[in-house]
C-alpha cells in the first residue's frame, strides 16, 4: 500500500514542479532591476488540442543594458497555454507595438527579461499536483503507521495470549464452522481499528482529493462567465451537490482535528476471543481529561458483509444481526474507568471471513462531551463458534 501510494506522491510532485520551478523564478526577479524596454510586436497566438483551443500571451521587445541592447520574448516564467482568450486578449491590447514599458533583467544574464513577473491566476492549477502530493503522503503515512499498528498489535496478542514458556499463538485472522476455538487465555488489550490520527488523515485526503476535482469544474464555469458566456446553468445545477458535499468535507477536517483532543478509550479483554454461548470481562479506562465526558456508552455488534458484482462495480452490504449493549451510563456514574461482562448469545454467528462474505463483531464506544466533537472509537472483537462442540461436523 505505501509503494501503491509513493506513485501519487511522486506523480504529484513531478507536476508540482512545473509550477514550482517558475515560482521560485519569480520571487528571485522581485530583486531583478527594472529598464524601459520597447514593445515591438504583441500578439495572442491560439494552440488547437484535442480537448480545445488555448492561447498564449506572445510579445517580443527590446531594450539595453549596460550599453548593449537585446531582444526578449518573454512574457511571464510561466510558459505554456490555457483557455480564456479574454483576458489574454486584454493584456496585449495594453502592449501594441512602439510602446515602451517596464521591463525586469537579470543582472547577472543580461539576456535574460521578463515583462509581468507577477503570479497569475494559472498557478492555481498547482492546486491539482497539490492533490495527489495529500492523497500520495496521506496515504504513505496511513499505510506505515498501519502496518506498524497491525505488527505491534499481532506480537502484543500473541505474546498476551499464550501461557508462559509456550510458544506465541497464531494470530486469529479466519474462522470458520470447523476451526478449533481460539486460546482463551489472555488478558488483550485491543487495538483501535483507526485512530484519531488516521481518521484526520482519511478525511484530509478525502477533502483534498474531492475539492480538487469539483475546483476544475466550478473554475470553468467561472471562466465561462467571465469571458461573457454567461452561467451555464445545466453545469451549475449539476455541480450543486458536489459543491455541498465538499463543504461537509471541509467542516469535517477542523472536526476530526478537535477530536484529536479527545479522551482515548483503551479496552482490555480478560480473553483473546470469546466462543458462542460464552463471556468475557472487559475493562475500560480513558487516557486524557475523562471528565469531560457527559455519557458512555459501548455496544458489541454483529454484522454480515456480502461483496458481489453488479456489472463492472463491486459491492459490499452490510447487515448487522446483533447489537448488545455492554455498557450504558450517564452523567453521575463513573465514566473513566470501570468494567463490565460481555455475553455473546449462542444462537448468532461466529467471526468468518470467506471470498465474498464476512462475519464481523465490532465494540463500539461512544462518549458525549458538551459543546465538543464526540469520543467515537471501533475495536475488532473475535468470536469463535460454541465451546465443546468438538468438530461440529456431524
Not at 498564449?56 to 537585446?70: A, F, K, L, N, Q
Not at 507595438?97 to 491566476?121: F, N
Not at 502496518?147 to 508462559?164: D, E, F, I, L
Request: charged content about 15%.
Amino acid at each position: 500500500m505505501a509503494a501503491f501510494f509513493a506513485v501519487f506522491l511522486v506523480a504529484g510532485l513531478g507536476f508540482l514542479l512545473v509550477f514550482l520551478l517558475p515560482a521560485i523564478q519569480a520571487a528571485k526577479a522581485r530583486s531583478w532591476p527594472a529598464v524601459e524596454c520597447e514593445v515591438l510586436e504583441s500578439s495572442v497566438a491560439g494552440h488547437s488540442g484535442s480537448d480545445g483551443t488555448t492561447y498564449s500571451i506572445e510579445v517580443r521587445y527590446r531594450y539595453t543594458w549596460d550599453g548593449v541592447e537585446y531582444v526578449g520574448d518573454r512574457y511571464e516564467f510561466l510558459g505554456g497555454s490555457s483557455s480564456g482568450r479574454a483576458s489574454k486578449q486584454e493584456v496585449v491590447d495594453g502592449l501594441p507595438a512602439g510602446t515602451t514599458t517596464t521591463c525586469w533583467v537579470d543582472p547577472r544574464e543580461p539576456s535574460s527579461a521578463v515583462m509581468h513577473r507577477g503570479l497569475s491566476w494559472v498557478y492555481l492549477f498547482a492546486l491539482l499536483p497539490l492533490v495527489f502530493v495529500a492523497i500520495g503522503g496521506g496515504g504513505m503515512v496511513w499505510a506505515l503507521t498501519a502496518g506498524r499498528t497491525a505488527a505491534r498489535s499481532g506480537t502484543v496478542a500473541s505474546a498476551r495470549s499464550s501461557p508462559a514458556g509456550a510458544p506465541a499463538a497464531t494470530a486469529f485472522r479466519e474462522v470458520d464452522a470447523w476451526s478449533t476455538p481460539l486460546a482463551a487465555a489472555g488478558p488483550v488489550e485491543l487495538e483501535e481499528k483507526l485512530s484519531p490520527v488516521g481518521k484526520l488523515v482519511a478525511t484530509t485526503v478525502i477533502a483534498v482529493f474531492w475539492n480538487g476535482i469539483v475546483a476544475v469544474f466550478v473554475w470553468q464555469l467561472w471562466q465561462g462567465w467571465r469571458a461573457g458566456g454567461g452561467i451555464d446553468g445545466c453545469l451549475a445545477a449539476f455541480l450543486v451537490p458536489f459543491v455541498l458535499v465538499g463543504l461537509l468535507l471541509l467542516v469535517g477536517v477542523p472536526y476530526q482535528l478537535l477530536a484529536l483532543a479527545n479522551p482515548r478509550p483503551r479496552l482490555t479483554l480478560s480473553r483473546a476471543a470469546v466462543p458462542l454461548g460464552g463471556s468475557a470481562q472487559l475493562d475500560w479506562r480513558f487516557r486524557g481529561s475523562a471528565g469531560r465526558l457527559g455519557s458512555l456508552r459501548i455496544v458489541l455488534e454483529g454484522a454480515e458483509q456480502a461483496r458481489y458484482r453488479r456489472g463492472t462495480t463491486t459491492h459490499t452490504d452490510t447487515e448487522v444481526f446483533a447489537r448488545i449493549p455492554v455498557v450504558d451510563r450517564g452523567a453521575g456514574a463513573p465514566l473513566a474507568t470501570g468494567g463490565a461482562t460481555i455475553e455473546v448469545p449462542e444462537d448468532t454467528m461466529h467471526s468468518f471471513e470467506g471470498d465474498n462474505n464476512k462475519i464481523v463483531w465490532t465494540l463500539k464506544v461512544h462518549g458525549s462531551i458538551a459543546f465538543w466533537p464526540d469520543v467515537s472509537a471501533e475495536f475488532p472483537f473475535v468470536v469463535t463458534p460454541g465451546e465443546g462442540r468438538g468438530d461440529g461436523r456431524g
